[in-house]
């Protein structure tokens, strides 16, 4: 979905109030889920070549994943794409304390220039982002990782999934709610009703132009990308690593 000035939606919505309140609205609506998907992405990586040297995060967004990867890895370099300004500011600020390690480009990694000059690739990893594309959008992306990946490379993905049955994702949708129902109690003291909070998940995602796709046909697009070894390795509900 684009906006009304022609340029995707996210890219207006990550602006910098949202950049500043992105960890906010993270631990209230994400919590526990959230820093599991983080775990799992970096728990993935463990099979990484014990050689390996580059690691790039698609959104990196304010920096939270990268600096699980570059704690955890420390003879290896990430390099950050997102196409917010404000968020790659806010993460140039949060992993400071890693010097070179940690370089940023600004780029719309749905547009195929993403990988200009870029060096290859121990690993791509990316979480909460590659789902504002179009199931097309998709497909292109993950054909075009595989071909920056050296051989041996990985490609690991978290992101919202949405199940072919509707039913399903009702079910889903209604987990979300209850979960951040309970949040808010806890965490703010304020009551919301279900009802409300589903209203404000389906108006997030509109705003922000989600496009999420079913895990089952996102395994198959990388199968047919050339992928060897393709498998879900995290889940809860409408959230997956891949």
Known sequence: MKSKTGGPL??????KERAQEYHRLMHLAGGKWYLDMLGAVVQTLSFLRKDATHILDLGTGTGRLACRVLRCFPSTELIGIDGSAAM???ARKNLRRFGRRARFFCRNF????????LPPLDAVISTIAIHHLTHAGKRKLYAQIFKKLKPGGLFINGDPVWPENQNLKKRNDLMWALYIQ????RLIGKDKTVSSLLAWINKTRDAE???PTSLEGQLSWLKQAGYAHVDCFWKTFGFAVF
């Open 10 to 15: 996210w890219r207006q919505v990550y602006r």
């Open 88 to 90: 790659l500011e806010k």
């Open 110 to 117: 749905g547009q195929s220039n993403w990988g200009a000059d």
């Open 182 to 185: 309970e949040r808010y109690k």
């Open 209 to 211: 132009g989600d496009k």
